[in-house]
T-cell receptor
């Protein structure tokens, strides 16, 4: 069965730009969560979407947003990029919020 | 107190050595994940455990639910095993450990 697919795998953007990352969960999984891992830091929770609704949100500024489509695919967007947004962005899917499957991540570099 | 603690934080080994990485936690869980991340790379899921022991090649993961403790063992370690190993707890959310950085030298 196909895993959690994150695209793109690598991305370079300039300060001030905006970026959209995509995550396709396991078929049948309705929950998609996003995490940020900055150099030297652990994985920090960004938000969780379940059936197209944001169910939980971490402590990140409003520049970070997301959405989920009716097919459970999710996108996250970061506007007005800062150097500190350079990180690995990890998508995790689950059927209901348990039984997690991990994507491999999108590595964003802001220059 | 952190809900999950990994030890050691850093580990160096010679090729061929037996490696043990530990994960202790203080909350109730339905399962525990072991993840691998090579330098500059993405996340690879190694194991999901809810009880007992699992083995995949040279990797063995064990969990003791009563003791709230899990270990990841690498037998006959190799330089390509050099990576950060992260444990993550399945609760009503995912709780990640801070990782163990392993370096294996030839």
């Amino acid at each position: 069965k196909a895993g959690v697919t994150q695209t793109p795998r690598y991305l370079i953007k300039t300060r001030g730009q905006q970026v959209t990352l995509s995550c396709s969960p396991i078929s049948g999984h309705r929950s998609v969560s996003w995490y940020q891992q900055t150099p030297g830091q652990g994985l920090q929770f960004l938000f969780e979407y379940f059936s197209e609704t944001q169910r939980n949100k971490g402590n990140f500024p409003g520049r970070f947003s997301g959405r989920q489509f009716s097919n459970s695919r999710s996108e996250m967007n970061v506007s007005t990029l800062e150097l500190g947004d350079s990180a690995l962005y990890l998508c995790v899917s689950s059927p209901t919020g348990d039984g997690y499957t991990f994507g491999s991540g999108t590595r964003l570099t802001v220059v | 107190k952190n809900e999950v603690e990994q030890s050691p934080q850093n580990l160096t080994a010679q090729e061929g050595e037996f490696i043990t990485i530990n994960c202790s936690y203080s909350v109730g869980i339905s399962a525990l994940h072991w993840l691998q991340q090579h330098p500059g790379g993405g996340i690879v899921s190694l194991f999901m455990l809810s009880s007992g022991k699992k083995k995949h090649g040279r990797l063995i993961a064990t969990i003791n639910i009563q003791e709230k403790h899990s270990s990841l063992h690498i037998t006959a370690s190799h330089p390509r095993d050099s990576a950060v190993y992260i444990c993550a707890l399945n609760t009503d959310k995912l709780i990640f450990g801070t990782g163990t950085r392993l370096q294996v030298f030839p």
